[in-house]
């Protein structure tokens, strides 16, 4: 049971231009979201996150959006480099941690 | 800065053989551990989730008496795959969070172990 998905497996973005990587969720529960990114060969690393009290949290080019009615969240980086290239899984958390199937985003220079 | 530290990060052994796997938060204590395991192109599947000192709690399907979880402080968790078998080979990572496990409070990885089973 996915309570937690991605529905696009990839995503290409020209670098400068604005990603937007998108997640959906089930779980009406849920209290926290979370991205992560994730290197070949190496741990996910966390990228920011959002209480499910909000709609919106940004750091720094990362924004994360959160509609509680659509069950859905979306990370959006701007502008996008090259080194942001990598794989991006969102998560959520309740009484249970779910992480998505993730998005595998190339930055082309 | 929240690093985890998780050693070896590749090994490859015969079946039959017991694997262990540490994982270590290096500079924070970690209430709370997790063990994952990733299959290829798809993603992390929690396996269980260990509190220092206490049983690890262990997912639906997680065979208890075949992946054994030590936490024994609040600074190191242990995997050991037992009798591991081909079926057994995977990426295995684990994290660390300085709370408890649904606190909202992200959880920190170490880097994976990729463990390949003759």
């Known amino acids: 049971d996915q309570q937690v998905k991605q529905n696009s497996p990839s995503l290409s973005v020209q670098e400068g231009r604005i990603s937007i990587l998108n997640c959906d969720y089930t779980n009406s529960m849920f209290d926290y979201f979370l991205w992560y990114k994730k290197y070949p060969a190496e741990g996910p690393t966390f990228l920011i996150s959002?209480?499910?009290?909000?709609d919106k949290n940004e750091d720094g080019r990362f924004t994360v959006f959160l509609n509680k009615s659509a069950k859905h969240l979306s990370l959006h980086i701007v502008p996008s480099q090259p080194g942001d290239s990598a794989v991006y899984f969102c998560a959520a958390t309740g009484n249970q941690f779910y992480f998505g199937t993730g998005t595998s985003l190339t930055v082309i220079p | 800065g929240a690093v985890v530290s998780q050693h070896p990060s590749w090994v490859i052994c015969k079946s039959g053989t017991s694997v262990k796997i540490e994982c270590r938060s290096l500079d924070f204590q970690a209430t709370t551990m997790f063990w994952y395991r990733q299959f290829p192109k798809q993603s992390l599947m929690l396996m269980a989730t260990?509190?220092?000192?206490?049983?690890?709690?262990?997912e639906q399907g997680v065979e208890k008496d075949k992946f054994l979880i030590n936490h024994a402080s609040l600074t190191l968790s242990t995997l050991t795959v037992t009798s591991a078998h081909p079926e057994d080979s995977s990426f295995y990572i684990c994290?660390?969070?300085?709370?408890?496990?649904?606190?909202?409070?992200?959880?920190?990885f170490g880097d994976g172990t990729r463990l390949s089973i003759l």
């Open positions: 994290s660390a969070s300085r709370q408890g496990p649904y606190s909202g409070q992200p959880q920190h």
């Open positions: 959002i209480s499910s009290i909000k």
């Open positions: 260990s509190n220092e000192g206490s049983k690890a709690t262990y």
